[in-house]
């Protein structure tokens, strides 16, 4: 019995990746249209203040999620890939299931956290008093819709079109409730409510597709038998730290500037902030797309490609990706205040000093869409945690001497974070690639300690 996952599909990693970037992308691109008309409907109808208290609430549990999930996705593809190779469903689902067991961990490590952070912290936010409950439970409710493991299950299938379905429901669900939240009386609790609820939909349908997609692998019998799933993946627990370490630390460069505008600057900045964020995101939202598609086919090149084809499909990879952030960038540049007057209205248009230096970011993030997986597929996810670790110091140099700018100024700090990401992970990943090309190390890593295998010189 095999799993439900044929569908015809490119013979070349590269075309692999382009295609299912088209199918995300087809479904983004939906998204990303839905987005822009639910983000204008909010900000017309909250106005700048209260969108700023929606942003603070929306960040916070963002920051929260990212610290409190292992990135469980990527252990599924990063180990998965090789047992669906295999066609070894059983191995597939015990990690599968062992992943949605970390999820469950993170996500209760994360409602403790909520609670001190909410409970403890919101004045310093400037958070209104009456969204403080509010705000607790949508960090909550937010923390349980995690979909990281039956994400990396999808992904190891090779199934993206599928994915496309499930994740259509969030911005056509937003867009929904909006349109009946401004109809009938807008406030920042009905927003919050109606987010929370549509992300808890979409995670559970995102496990029934799991489910469909491989019942050999989605089953109960395998969640009893999580515990095998460490013997059967040697290293994977020193790889989920090292992952989750990069992802706070991701988490820590995307949501802390937020956070610290609301907390030094004001809320309506806090507002400001988020909209050109938004927005930068949505320009930039072939990076995410890139980064799925790439992480997927990296780890399934580790395991049936020659040393050679991997590297070409990194170098392949990078220079579509740099390509498109300078597209991206010089769409912000010539008319991103046009696009925050028009979603947000007048009091929005002053953000476009915001929106260059965040986009800026956002498209560093998209040129080094392929140095991360290949860190990873060769055993190397600690290089790109150091990498992080670099840049997350350097945003924090940039915050200290930018902040009394403005929200502008956190922007630029983010954007010199960016920056040093891109440098650095760039270099360790070009030296990765030239071992490889030198056959100094193979693309498949010594399990016992998470390292490149060395061959011989001879």
């Not at 008309?37 to 916070?60: C, E, N, P, V």
């Amino acid at each position: 019995m095999s799993a439900k996952f044929h569908r015809r599909e490119s013979n070349s990693p590269l075309g692999r990746i382009l295609q299912n970037t088209a199918w995300l992308l087809g479904g983004k691109g939906f998204g990303a249209v839905c987005g822009l008309a639910y983000l204008a409907i909010q900000t017309r109808s909250l106005g700048l203040k209260d969108f700023g208290h929606f942003s603070l609430i929306f960040g916070t549990a963002q920051a929260l999620i990212a610290l409190a999930s292992f990135q469980t996705w990527r252990v599924v593809v990063r180990y998965g890939s090789e047992h669906v190779h295999q066609k070894d469903w059983g191995k597939l689902g015990r990690l599968g299931m062992f992943c949605g067991l970390l999820d469950g961990v993170g996500a209760i490590i994360g409602c403790g956290l909520a609670a001190i952070l909410i409970y403890g912290f919101a004045h310093k936010l400037e958070l209104n008093p009456h969204f403080v409950d509010v705000a607790f439970w949508f960090c909550v409710g937010s923390l349980w819709a995690l979909v990281s493991a039956p994400t990396g299950i999808v992904r190891a299938l090779n199934r993206f079109d599928m994915a496309v379905y499930v994740e259509a429901i969030v911005p056509s669900g937003r867009l929904a409730a909006s349109l009946a939240i401004w109809l009938t009386g807008p406030s920042v609790g009905r927003f919050l409510f109606a987010w929370a609820a549509i992300d808890i939909l979409e995670a559970l349908l995102y496990w029934i597709m799991a489910r469909r997609l491989c019942p050999e692998a989605v089953n109960l019998s395998n969640l009893r038998n999580w515990r095998k799933a460490i013997d059967e993946n040697p290293g994977v627990t020193r790889f989920v730290m090292q992952t989750y370490g990069a992802s706070t630390i991701d988490a820590a460069m995307r949501n802390g500037p937020l956070l610290i505008v609301g907390a030094w600057v004001g809320t309506k900045a806090a507002g400001l902030y988020r909209l050109a964020s938004q927005l930068s995101q949505a320009l930039s939202k072939l990076s995410s797309l890139l980064t799925r598609s790439v992480y997927a086919e990296v780890a399934r090149a580790r395991v049936s490609s020659k040393a050679a084809e991997f590297r070409k499909l990194a170098l392949q990879t990078s220079k579509i990706a740099g390509v498109a952030g300078i597209v991206v960038v010089t769409v912000a540049v010539l008319l991103g205040k046009q696009m925050l007057e028009f979603i947000g209205g007048d009091d929005f248009e002053q953000g476009a000093a915001i929106l260059v230096p965040l986009t800026l970011a956002a498209c560093f993030d998209l040129a080094s869409v392929a140095f991360e997986p290949v860190l990873h597929a060769t055993g190397r996810a600690r290089h790109s945690l150091v990498a992080r670790l670099i840049a997350l110091i350097a945003l924090a140099i940039g915050l200290v001497y930018l902040l009394p700018v403005g929200p502008s100024g956190a922007a630029w700090a983010v954007a010199v974070g960016g920056a040093v990401s891109y440098i650095v992970m760039g270099l360790m990943a070009w030296r990765t690639l030239q071992q490889i090309d030198r056959n100094e190390i193979t693309i498949k890593p010594d399990p016992e300690d998470d390292l490149p295998v060395a061959d011989s010189a001879v």
